[in-house]
């Protein structure tokens, strides 16, 4: 399986959204580039991540007005994280294990190198998968 660097630098820049920015322009960004989850920073530092899932739980559910509010009322401030030392293995079982679907990967010096999603990972598990079965393919057909 490839290394996470090699993923991170096979996908789009990051998209991002600042903690004071409404929800209603996170939501913009979303649809905009038909993405899950934007990273939330502030300085360039991580404070947070916005989700479908965190709009459909403290906005609509809750009846707030996303155009009133801002990110940092409703972002996930508990990020789980990982480096590039991960494996995609270790990615799945932590996304696994604490229910999320997207993960920041974060740099040596703290700094967000990009996120990944569960669709990222799965793509690259069966393209592992294919490439594994290919080869024995090859091998038993000659």
């Known amino acids: 399986m490839r290394p996470l660097k090699q993923l991170i630098d096979a996908k789009p820049s990051t998209v991002t959204v600042g903690p004071d920015d409404t929800v209603f322009t996170a939501l913009t960004l979303l649809a905009q580039f038909d993405i899950g989850a934007l990273l939330v920073l502030e300085q360039g530092k991580l404070v947070g991540i916005f989700s479908e899932r965190d709009y459909a739980r403290k906005i609509i559910l809750k ?25 995609v293995e270790e990615c799945m079982a932590l996304m696994t294990d604490k229910r999320i679907r997207h993960l920041p ?6 700094e967000v190198l990009g996120i990944l999603s569960i669709g990222d990972l799965v793509k690259e598990v069966i393209s592992d998968q294919k490439f594994t079965i290919d080869q024995l393919v090859s091998y038993i057909q000659n």
């Open 105 to 110: 990967v974060i740099g040596p010096n703290g």
């Open 63 to 87: 009846g707030k007005a996303s155009k009133d509010t801002p990110v940092r009322e409703i972002m996930s401030d508990k990020v789980s994280c990982v480096t590039l030392k991960q494996s």
